[in-house]
């Protein structure tokens, strides 16, 4: 097996425990409040304050027809709202509102806390590694676009 296929193998071991141990607790938190493809959404928007659809449905990599009904519960939820671009009234932008903003920032803090509890049982030594070695892969994997 070579190098690469060797480190694709143990980033896909560490992405699945990742997804187990990490990820899927967190998308019980959001759950409770919002379906996952809608947590994305409000994410996205949280960041981008506001998109038109198309570039929404492009950062969440669905289709338009995807998104509309994900978008339409948001709205209904007064997560979200319908604006017409400033610039050109032909677009449709996609606005977070502050009820979304506090939504998002209240299930972040929920998953922060689930996160800590996990990793407070780490050494601080380790701990002090693993930071390192995040950031450090961060650093990396965005080099490989």
Request: charged residues 30%.
């Amino acid at each position: 097996m070579s190098n690469l296929e060797s480190v694709a193998e143990e980033f896909l071991r560490l992405l699945g425990y990742i997804r187990d141990n990490y990820l899927k607790p967190a998308e019980q938190i959001t759950r409770s409040r919002l379906s996952p493809a809608q947590f994305h959404a409000v994410s996205i928007l949280f960041r981008k304050d506001s998109l038109p659809m198309s570039e929404l449905a492009a950062e969440m990599k669905i289709s338009k027809q995807q998104l509309t009904p994900i978008i339409a519960r948001l709205i209904e939820s007064s997560l979200a709202v319908r604006k017409t671009d400033e610039n050109d009234r032909r677009i449709v932008r996609i606005e977070i509102t502050e009820l979304g903003r506090s939504t998002n920032k209240a299930l972040l803090a929920q998953i922060k806390v689930n996160f800590t509890e996990k990793l407070s049982e780490i050494p601080d030594k380790e701990l002090d590694e693993l930071k390192q070695m995040v950031t450090r892969m961060q650093e990396i994997l965005k080099t490989a676009k």
